[in-house]
């Protein structure tokens, strides 16, 4: 799909979703792990942004590999990459060997793989996840060691042993190391076919971490997935959003804004006069702009922008709208009798960021993208 005009006349919000961006940043992870395969991981929609026109360009730009959640899922990505290999990272749900079969899934096992078998047969691949410190989902050490020693995994080989970090984020943190040690330790005993150990963050801990495949997820869509990223993120924006303004105001000093009145106008000091200039916003917490990236007198909420200069939320974000004070922007008298309602804020974008929207609302990235609501006029440019 091209960068097609489109007729957003009837948007609130607009949101831009750009796949060229997505490939440069698979390309960018793909030769950051060397020789290790670069898969994607497609879950929750691919992070919200869509598993029918992710999926497509991933796979042109060589992405062979995707992970998802639930079978639900694979059946998407199965649609959109018929030649994919699609791991299921819930495992196998019982009673749903169909699916698994019809679809080519392969289920990442964590203590079901007793069931697993007796419904494939023993003849479809599937991996096996080790528990090395998440105690989140996968197979004890003992389990596996118990399976190993019985033979069952020389009989039916996994495709894939894996393994997830806890604390890749933090680059220093000792579970990293422990974590490693232990998997590699366990992953001698056995043959598959192959390894995996590295999330996004985990690819940029280091050669150590890439074993024989990577599964990044949200630094695909351009999320920071180390905190060192925060700051500076080497993965090129993917999301863009823009909310209509649809009205503007001056508001005067000591006046609230918004619901409880969260925030109250200070005096500005415009010549004009110490009123300031508010516009009201046509996105709000039920297009998944989170309620908790407002403003209170107590409390700073996210930045916008408009013609890349930052301007800051003002008052709580309520569900259909946000408020903004352009009153310090260079070209907030443009607003004033202009016909704003042909002009659109930037609420994640090239000037203000995803994660800093996410750490404004005390959350991360990952939680932002998937909480993208249904309601914005979507486009997505630069297909390969
Ligand atoms: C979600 C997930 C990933 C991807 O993690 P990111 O931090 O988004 O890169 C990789 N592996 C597993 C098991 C996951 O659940």
């Given at each position: 799909m091209n960068s097609q005009p489109h007729n957003d006349d009837l948007a609130g919000g607009r949101l831009t979703i750009d796949l060229g961006a997505l490939a440069n940043n698979w390309r960018t992870l793909n030769d950051l792990s060397g020789a290790s395969e670069c898969s994607a991981v497609?879950?929750?929609?691919a992070y919200g942004l869509g598993i029918e026109q992710a999926v497509p360009t991933l796979w042109k730009a060589g992405c062979r590999t995707f992970f998802v959640a639930l079978p639900s899922e694979g059946?998407?990505?199965?649609k959109a990459a018929p030649e994919a290999t699609i791991y299921v990272l819930a495992g196998y749900l019982p009673r749903a060997i169909e699916t698994?079969?019809?679809?080519?899934?392969?289920p990442v096992i964590n203590d079901e793989l007793d069931s697993w078998i007796a419904a494939s047969g023993g003849t479809l691949p599937y991996a096996i996840q080790l528990e090395t410190g998440m105690n989140r989902l996968g197979m004890s050490i003992e389990t596996f060691v118990n399976l190993q020693t019985s033979g069952l995994l020389d009989t039916h080989k996994p495709s894939l042993v894996m393994s997830h970090l806890a604390c890749a984020d933090t680059p220093d943190h000792p579970l990293n190391e422990t974590q490693n040690t232990e998997f590699r330790k366990i992953i001698e005993l056995t043959y598959s076919e192959q390894t995996s150990l590295?999330?996004?963050?985990?690819?940029f801990l280091g050669a150590d971490y890439h074993y024989d495949l990577v599964r990044p997820g949200i630094a695909l869509?351009?999320?920071?997935?180390?905190?060192?990223?925060?700051?500076?993120n080497p993965m090129q924006p993917v999301i863009n959003i823009e909310a209509r303004i649809l009205q503007?105001?001056?508001?005067?000093?000591?006046?609230?804004?918004?619901?409880?009145?969260a925030e109250t106008i200070r005096p500005s000091d415009r010549p004009e006069g110490n009123n300031r200039i508010l516009a009201t916003l046509s996105v709000g917490y039920s297009d998944g702009y989170l309620r908790a990236a407002g403003s209170a007198d107590d409390h700073q909420g996210a930045f916008a922008a408009w013609h890349g200069v930052r301007v800051p939320l003002v008052g709580r974000v309520s569900m259909d709208l946000l408020t903004v004070d352009m009153t310090e922007h260079p070209d907030s008298e443009q607003l004033l009798g202009d016909n704003w309602q042909d002009h659109w804020i930037e609420l994640i974008g090239p000037t203000v960021k995803l994660d800093e929207v996410a750490s404004a609302a005390g959350t991360i990235g990952y939680e932002l993208l998937t909480s993208l609501g249904r309601r914005y006029h979507r486009t997505y440019i630069n297909d390969l």
């Open positions: 497609v879950k929750a929609d059946i998407r990505v199965r698994y079969q019809d679809y080519a899934l392969r590295a999330n996004s963050a985990g690819i869509y351009g999320g920071a997935s180390a905190h060192a990223h925060l700051r500076d503007v105001k001056s508001a005067q000093p000591g006046a609230t804004v918004g619901y409880s009145g």
